[in-house]
C-alpha cells in the first residue's frame, strides 16, 4: 500500500503531503475508541453490581452480616486476653 505519490525521498519532504493512511479519519477513531471505552465502564459497573448483589445474597443481609461481624469481634477479644495471660 503506497501512501503518497512519489518516486523518490529526494527532495523537499514537506511537498510529499501525510505518509501516513486514513488521512483526516483521526477524529472519526477517537470517537470510536471514546465509545468503547464508555462502552466497557458500563459493562463492567453492570458486572461488577450483578456479582455485589449475587454475594450479597449468598451471605445474607446487613443485619445478618453486622451481627456476625460483632460476633467475630468478641472471639477476637477474647483470644487477644488469652494471649496476654
Given amino acids: 500500500m503506497t501512501t503518497g505519490s512519489f518516486a523518490s525521498w529526494t527532495g523537499n519532504v514537506a511537498d510529499l503531503g501525510p505518509l501516513y493512511p486514513f488521512v483526516g479519519s ?12 464508555m462502552l466497557w465502564h458500563i459493562i463492567q459497573i453492570r458486572m461488577e453490581l450483578r456479582q455485589y448483589k449475587e454475594h450479597s445474597e449468598a451471605h445474607g443481609d446487613r443485619d445478618s452480616l453486622t451481627q456476625i461481624m460483632a460476633r467475630e ?10 494471649e496476654m495471660a
Fill in 26 to 37: 483521526e477524529w472519526f477513531f477517537v470517537v470510536v475508541a471514546f465509545i468503547v471505552w
Fill in 73 to 82: 469481634e468478641v472471639i477476637v477479644k477474647k483470644q487477644a486476653r488469652r
